[in-house]
């Protein structure tokens, strides 16, 4: 036996040889992981799941490590390490390299093995996940556990939908049917329901089991075609049922080792068609046994008491089976080495039917038992007598096949069994049993040509007549009836023939060449005699059913004859809508299903037995009106009666008045081109449609002279409406003219208003600009006043300055003085001599006296000097008057060149200013040079008479006369005791110099007062403006 160990390696081989189909019991490979370390142990696998083309499986172990086994390549691989134990594991989805694993974490994981990625990671459970079922497709599945089973989409990943029960009632398992949309699910109080998936409405439930055979199902499973279910649990018995007929059909009996089933799993056979009859059943010994389903045959088994099997998997392709042990271990299997029948052609489809013995009990002839070597049935064949029968009986069904045969494979002979059975077709399947009955031919070439001639003339207002919403059902039953007036002209005239077609148009609006097929096909075959009589309703036809009405309900037929209502209120409403008006869609649908199943006269049999069971209204009755309301409405009528009856009617209605005798069979519309319709009369349509025509052409002509008239109409009301239009516009004009005349003159006037305030505001600007002149004129004069003040301010404290400085002078004098005179004294004393006395008594007289007339003169010649001033000062005085006068008449002339001639005046005041303070250091300089010159007369004077002074003295008084001179401000202001200063007599006494002070002070008052009275004389001749207040 071949033994493979993973150990810790991420790939390698599976096997190092392969055995052949002769190995020992079928196994080919034995499987292990174990892990080498300080406690050597072996990792148990848990679950197995082969891919969809059977050559790789998955396994799964109790750490999580998922490996891949590619039996093709002889390799295997760990694709994914989740590290926890794995519950459930598929490898049939889509993508082919994706894989689904439930995991103890109640999670479900869906990874790559090529790239080893998580793709997507699914929650929603609260208890571990049992098992996962892939749709066929590989883009859905369903996770079930205990509680809930969930389906999912596996394109997004999402959950589409979660089924949840009560705690009382478990979910055993929930899993898809194979090659079908259905989905199965089993419950633990062994309820088995089947819902559709594109819904989820529950098709049907298993019924209970017969009594005998109650059995708590646990585990499940499904033939590959989906048609047989097998169902096992703590029992050795298993239950077969058919799902097609939700019947139990048989009950297997395991031997008597087997006590519970713990998993089912059917064998794949390529030579079966899906519907599997091997069947793998594992039971609580953990021995796998293989059966016959059919013959109850045991074939072979797999795993032993002492080397148990705990679940298995057989590949889709019926080769491989994987199985894992009760040791951990994983074991491959060759099916072809297990059997012996396998591969082989299927037996003959023929079996021989015999009633068997009766039983006592149900349940006893469904029960067989499985034998090792042959199989033993309820059933005997009875031989040669059973197959004669057989063959004579396909003698006969052959040419009732080849009536009978349908496109599609469909058999009209089992439609109508089924029809009877259920009453109607399948709604999934209608309209494809609908086209097999009606045998369409699809002819797209010819249909193509009838639609491009375009919408037929007397369907082109259809939309007025019949106001449907629906656009594109109004487009689609235009085109429809275009088609069949393109086909045969008495379409065109007849003026049903929309009702009649309106519900197939509604049924078949996505498929218009169906659509047209299917109306062709009722009026070629179903309408039969109709357009007979035309224009008028089809007597014939009615009076073929009055007829059959007359024979099976003549009372009825009396009262409406009585109330002199005829066959075209009571039976023409129901014929030329189809049953539409009076019958719901289901119901319609149901009553066609029927029509199209059988004879042409059948429709005609459908209304008359509507009409017989409706008998208790109509009874009722009494009006023409209330009938006519009846056939024109939705009744409260049980359809199903109204089928029934008209089968009855078909049976038991006589041959010379049945309505199958004027009726042809059922013809289908012929392939390439479609039949010609000519059954109606020519010449009475030909005609109708020339009047039509020529009704057409008159009102067209109509139709042009009234647009015409209308367009000259129209063209008068434009014309009338522009005049009046233009005289309103004029008078619009004119009002607008005077409007805006009163406007000028409001204008105006408020202009002149305007222009009023603008004056009054000119004027107070004026007033305002005055009183800014005049107070930045007396701004002025009080900065002028002011400056004359500081300047009169500046001239006292330089007065007083000098005054100090006098008396200092005066003081220093006076002790010169003191020392002159004591050296006088000493000289007096030293030159006694009297001559020189009087001689210098005489000299220093006449040298006072000339001084007195020098002091004189220039003071004459100051008073002068400060007159002149005086002039100037009152000349500038003037000229300022004149200027400012100038500058007032210059500032109220223009207010543009205000600021300008203000800077004018102040640049020209300030040149006089410069002009009057050069004037003022001409003076000084005037005085200092007098100052000079009488210094020098001085320093002659004492030079000439320097006899009497000693050469130290001279020079004493020289040095005392520069101190002097230096100590002289260069001022215009000059005094009497300056000069005084300047010249020092030997023979001036105190009382002199006392004298010369109170002259000096006499002379400052009389300065003041001067000043005093030019100040009052300038505030009298110009006083200061008052401006009144402005607000």
């Not at 499986?57 to 109790?62: E, I, P, Q």
């Not at 298993?238 to 008597?256: A, D, G, N, T």
């Not at 222009?755 to 007396?778: I, T, Y």
Request: a neutral charge; charged letters at 30%; proline letters at 4%.
């Amino acid at each position: 036996m071949e033994r493979c160990d993973l150990g810790g390696r991420p790939s390698g081989p599976v096997w190092a040889r392969r055995a052949g189909p002769a190995a020992p019991r079928g196994l080919i490979v034995n499987i292990i992981h174990s892990v080498q370390g300080y406690h050597s142990k072996t990792i148990r696998f848990l679950n197995v799941a082969f891919d969809s083309s059977g050559d790789s499986l998955l396994a799964g172990d109790r750490q999580g490590n998922i490996y891949l086994f590619d039996l093709n390549g002889n390799r295997f691989s760990l694709v994914q390490r989740t590290m926890q134990a794995c519950t459930a594991l598929a490898f049939n989805l889509r993508r082919k390299t994706e894989f689904l694993v439930a995991l103890a974490d109640y999670s479900v994981k869906c990874f790559d093995t090529e790239t080893k990625e998580l793709v997507s990671w699914m929650r929603g459970h609260d208890s571990s996940v049992s098992s996962i079922s892939v749709h066929g497709s590989g883009r859905y599945a369903i996770t079930t556990s205990t509680d809930t089973a969930q389906l999912w989409d596996l394109d997004t990943f999402q959950r589409i939908r979660k089924l949840n029960v009560r705690q009382s009632v478990g979910i055993q398992k929930v899993f898809f049917l194979p090659l079908s949309n259905t989905i199965l699910s089993c419950f633990k109080d062994n309820s088995v329901f089947a819902w559709e998936f594109d819904t989820l409405h529950c098709k049907y439930q298993l019924p209970s089991p017969v009594e005998g055979s109650v059995l708590l199902y646990k585990v499940f499973a499904v033939t590959r075609d989906g048609r047989t279910f097998v169902a096992g649990g703590k029992s050795n018995h298993l239950h077969l049922w058919c799902l097609e007929s939700k019947r139990l059909i048989r009950i297997i009996q395991m031997p008597e080792k087997v006590r519970a089933v713990r998993h089912l799993e059917f064998l794949p056979d390529s030579f079966d068609g899906g519907s599997n009859k091997v069947l793998g059943v594992l039971s609580q010994d953990n021995v796998m046994r293989f059966i016959n389903i059919e013959t109850c045959k045991l074939l072979f088994d797999i795993g032993s008491p002492e080397e148990g099997i705990s679940t298995a998997a057989i590949s889709p392709n019926g080769r491989y089976i994987a199985s894992v042990m009760e040791n951990g271990s994983l074991n491959l299997y060759s099916v072809q080495a297990l059997t012996q029948e396998g591969n082989k052609p299927p037996p003959s489809m023929f079996k021989v039917v015999q009633d068997g013995s009766k039983c006592t009990s149900e349940t006893n002839k469904l029960i067989m038992k499985v034998t090792p070597g042959r199989s033993e049935g309820p059933w005997k064949s009875k031989g040669s007598k059973i197959q004669t029968r057989l063959l004579k009986l396909q003698e006969n069904a052959a040419l009732e096949n080849k009536e009978n045969e349908l496109p599609g494979g469909l058999n009209k002979k089992r439609l109508r069994a089924l029809l009877k059975g259920f009453g109607e077709y399948p709604a999934k399947y209608r309209m494809f049993v609908w086209r097999s009955l009606l045998q369409l031919p699809e002819n797209h070439l010819a249909f193509s040509n009838l639609i491009d001639k375009g919408t037929h003339s007397a369907f082109v207002n259809i939309h007025n007549k019949y106001p449907i919403k629906s656009r594109k059902l109004l487009r689609v039953l235009q085109r429809t009836l275009s088609a069949l007036a393109h086909w045969s002209a008495i379409f065109a005239e007849t003026p049903y023939i929309p009702l009649l077609a309106f519900p197939f148009v509604k049924l078949f609006q996505n498929n218009p060449l169906i659509c047209f097929e299917v109306v062709a096909t009722v009026v070629v075959n179903f309408c039969q005699h109709w357009f007979e009589y035309f224009p008028n309703p089809p007597v014939n036809v009615l009076s073929m059913m009055e007829n059959v009405l007359a024979h099976h309900d003549k009372e009825l037929l009396q009262h409406l004859i009585k109330y002199k209502v005829t066959s075209q209120v009571y039976a023409w409403p129901l014929l030329e809508t189809l049953l539409s008006e009076v019958l719901t869609r289901e119901e319609w649908l149901k009553v066609f299903d029927n029509i199209f199943s059988n004879h042409p006269s059948y429709f005609l049999m459908i209304v008359v037995a509507y009409i017989i069971c409706s008998r208790a209204p109509l009874l009722q009755c009494n009006q023409v009106a209330d009938f006519e309301y009846f056939f024109h409405h939705r009744n409260n009528l049980e359809i199903t009666a109204v089928i029934k009856e008209a089968y009855r009617l078909m049976e038991t209605t006589p041959l010379d008045i049945h309505p199958r005798r004027m009726l042809e069979d059922f013809i289908p519309l012929t392939k390439g081109q479609y039949p010609i319709f000519n059954k109606y009369p020519k010449f009475i349509v030909d005609y109708q449609a020339q009047e039509w025509e020529r009704i057409r052409q008159d009102e067209m002509e109509y139709l042009k002279e009234r647009q015409l008239a209308h367009e000259s109409e129209a063209k008068a009301e434009v014309q009338k409406a522009e005049d009046e239009a233009w005289y309103q516009k004029q008078k619009l004009l004119r009002e607008a003219e005077e409007q805006r005349r009163k406007m000028l003159l409001e204008e105006e006037e408020r202009l002149a208003e305007q222009r009023q305030r603008l004056a009054a505001m000119k004027r107070e600007l004026k007033v305002k600009e005055l009183q800014l002149l005049d107070a930045s004129r007396r701004r002025f004069l009080n900065y002028q006043q002011d400056q004359l003040q500081m300047e009169l301010k500046r001239l006292d404290d330089e007065i007083a300055r000098k005054a100090s400085m006098r008396e200092q002078e005066t003081a220093a004098a006076v002790q010169d003085i003191e020392l002159q005179r004591m050296e006088l004294e000493s000289q007096r004393q030293l030159f006694e001599q009297v001559a020189q006395e009087n001689v210098a008594k005489a000299e220093q007289k006449r040298t006072d006296t000339d001084w007195r007339l020098q002091v004189l003169q220039r003071l004459r010649r100051d008073d002068q000097d400060r007159e002149k001033c005086y002039e100037e000062i009152v000349k500038l005085l003037h000229d300022n008057r004149v200027r400012e006068a100038e500058l007032l008449k210059a500032m109220r002339e223009t207010e543009e060149k205000k600021w300008e001639d203000v800077i004018q005046k102040e640049a020209q005041l300030g040149e006089e200013q410069k002009v009057a303070a050069a004037a003022d250091e001409h003076r000084k300089q005037f005085l200092d040079d007098k100052i000079n010159d009488a210094l020098e007369l001085a320093e002659k004077l004492e030079r000439e008479d320097g006899y009497f002074e000693r050469p130290c003295d001279l020079k004493a008084g020289r040095t005392a006369r520069g101190v002097e001179v230096q100590q002289v401000p260069r001022s215009g202001n000059i005094c009497l005791n300056d000069l005084s200063a300047l010249v020092q007599s030997p023979h001036m006494s105190l009382d002199r110099r006392r004298e010369l002070a109170r002259q000096e002070r006499e002379l400052m008052a009389e300065v003041r007062q001067l000043r005093q009275r030019l100040t009052s004389q300038a505030r009298s001749r110009h006083p200061p403006a008052h401006f009144p207040a402005t607000t």
